[in-house]
């Protein structure tokens, strides 16, 4: 396995977005470097599949996909057919 090299950088932020970062990378008991890394890697390598991208597409087009009925579970289920 090739090492990765990482390049020293530095970045200004919110002061509240920091506070928030810094938390959530201690809930998953990582560093903050390591949290803000993965969630920058999740973000900008992660593609939807092809049926995701055309769910996308449809829901940004506007068309009126019908009146879900929730009167009970039955006829819910059957208006999302």
Same mark, same amino acid.
């Given at each position: 396995?090739? +090492?990765?090299?990482?390049?020293? !950088?530095? /970045?200004? #932020?919110?002061?509240? #977005? #920091?506070?928030?970062?810094? =938390?959530?990378?201690?809930?998953?008991?990582?560093?903050?470097?390591?949290?803000?890394?993965?969630? #920058?890697?999740? %973000? %900008?390598?992660? =593609?939807?599949?092809?049926? !995701? @991208?055309?769910?996308?597409? &449809?829901?940004?087009?506007? @068309? /009126?996909?019908? *009146?879900?009925? *929730?009167?009970?579970? &039955? +006829?819910?289920?059957?208006?999302?057919?």
């Amino acid at each position: 396995m090739e +090492a990765v090299i990482r390049k020293q !950088t530095s /970045f200004r #932020l919110r002061e509240d #977005l #920091l506070k928030v970062l810094q =938390e959530e990378a201690r809930k998953a008991n990582r560093s903050l470097n390591n949290y803000v890394e993965s969630m #920058l890697m999740e %973000v %900008v390598y992660s =593609e939807p599949n092809e049926e !995701t @991208k055309a769910a996308i597409k &449809e829901a940004r087009s506007g @068309k /009126f996909a019908g *009146t879900i009925d *929730t009167s009970s579970m &039955e +006829a819910f289920i059957k208006s999302c057919e």
